[in-house]
């Protein structure tokens, strides 16, 4: 229950073996503070605990209950996850969201019935001391009590789900911040994730990162790492499951401060670089900027000509072989702007044709030739 405070979570035992908690974590959907669950929390067969506290959980927004055992702190790598809820907002004052039946991962919001079970509205809670009786002689009672034999908790199986896949890495982040890794479940339900791994390249000496984690059905999860694992001159993230698997990866040449690769859209196995986008659909690929010119300058044109070039035989003329050639020009771009002095006007592939030239200069030398003898010829005469 997200209204009043304080606020409440109710945990119940649907197996068939009592479960100790003790020491077991309640937390949002991250931050550095959370809730530790007491001592001698004990949770008989079919019965509940009700834990009431500040446990942060976000009023007016969207927000993620999570219970983590006792391995480690819910901001350690090592955590490991055990249930979760996410909702949008809060369901109001004296609204609950509740799981029907219990156990089952079906989430409604109704009125409050905190310490019942939720189908049959029958009391879960049932306390670990004895109570004492009135009659002079003791007779048994009917509530159980703790088992001094130790307790079995009850763990979940790993498992490699498919469609698990890497949606955005931070590789690169600025000062005082950490690198952090968002998945995608692309199955319509959720997953747990337990004991998957966080790798970069494979055998480069590091060791993969550890991690348990919840997604829900075709959404986003963000967990971050404690210490730097990324090279920013280039690396490899790779997502393995328990088993040490690979179930995806990606590869990087260089890298941007502040920015992070993230895939063009769920359905695509391409990144780009974008900004970032924490458990939520990716933004879009950041496109390179040009400086503007206030001259024109040489753009790179690539011309491709063709050319014919002949074989001759070493012996005889003999039947010549054409070859096509394709060579690769770079020319300025023709200016459409006030020509000034030492600008190209254009550019062109073809081949000059220089007879017309040539038989001009042979009529005029021809000319002047017959010009100079009929002036002799005038003067002998």
């Given at each position: 229950m997200i209204e009043p405070s304080p606020q409440s979570v109710e945990i119940i035992n649907t197996?068939?073996?009592?479960?100790?908690?003790?020491?077991?974590?309640?937390?949002?959907?991250?931050?550095?503070?959370?809730?530790?669950?007491?001592?001698?929390?004990?949770?008989f067969p079919n019965s509940c605990l009700i834990f009431?506290?500040?446990?942060?959980?976000?009023?007016?927004?969207?927000?993620?209950?999570?219970?983590?055992d006792k391995t480690a702190v819910p901001t350690s790598l090592?955590?490991?996850?055990?249930?979760?809820?996410?909702?949008?907002?809060?369901?109001?004052?004296?609204?609950?969201?509740?799981?029907?039946?219990?156990?089952?991962?079906i989430w409604q919001s109704g009125q409050s019935s905190l310490g019942k079970h939720n189908a049959t509205k029958l009391t879960c809670l049932i306390s670990p001391t004895l109570t004492p009786t009135i009659n002079i002689t003791p007779t048994p009672t009917a509530i159980p009590t703790p088992n001094s034999t130790a307790t079995q908790i009850l763990s979940p199986t790993p498992y490699s789900f498919n469609n698990i896949f890497i949606s955005e890495v931070m590789v690169n982040p600025a000062v005082g911040e950490?690198?952090?890794?968002?998945?995608?479940n692309k199955n319509d339900f959720p997953v747990t994730l337990i004991n998957w791994h966080i790798d970069d390249l494979e055998n480069e000496g590091s060791s993969p990162?550890?991690?348990?984690?919840?997604?829900?059905?075709?959404?986003?999860?963000?967990?971050?790492?404690?210490?730097?694992?990324?090279?920013?001159?280039g690396d490899a993230i790779r997502l393995l499951d328990y088993n040490l698997t690979e179930k995806d990866s990606f590869e990087y040449d260089t890298s941007d401060q502040g920015k992070t690769f993230g895939k063009v859209s769920s359905?695509?196995?391409?990144?780009?670089?974008?900004?970032?986008?924490k458990n939520q659909a990716n933004n879009s690929c950041i496109s390179p900027t040009t400086t503007p010119q206030s001259t024109p300058t040489g753009i790179p044109t690539t011309i491709q000509q063709s050319m014919i070039t002949t074989n001759k035989s070493t012996s005889t003329m003999s039947t010549k072989k054409s070859t096509l050639v394709n060579r690769n020009y770079y020319i300025p771009s023709v200016s459409t702007g006030p020509l000034t002095?030492?600008?190209?006007?254009?550019?062109?592939?073809?081949?000059?044709?220089?007879?017309?030239?040539?038989?001009?200069s042979f009529v005029s030398f021809s000319y002047s030739v017959l010009t100079i003898i009929s002036i002799l010829l005038k003067m002998k005469s």
């Open positions: 197996g068939t073996e009592s479960a100790d908690i003790s020491g077991w974590h309640i937390d949002d959907a991250g931050g550095s503070t959370f809730y530790t669950i007491p001592n001698e929390s004990i949770i009431s506290a500040d446990f942060n959980f976000n009023k007016s927004s969207s927000d993620t209950v999570r219970l983590f090592q955590s490991i996850l055990i249930d979760s809820f996410s909702y949008k907002s809060s369901s109001g004052s004296g609204i609950s969201y509740f799981r029907l039946p219990d156990g089952e991962n950490k690198e952090w890794v968002e998945l995608f990162k550890t991690f348990s984690i919840n997604i829900q059905a075709n959404n986003y999860a963000v967990f971050e790492l404690i210490s730097s694992v990324f090279n920013n001159s359905d695509s196995s391409v990144f780009c670089l974008q900004q970032p986008s002095q030492g600008e190209i006007l254009g550019a062109t592939n073809r081949k000059s044709d220089k007879t017309p030239l040539r038989s001009l």
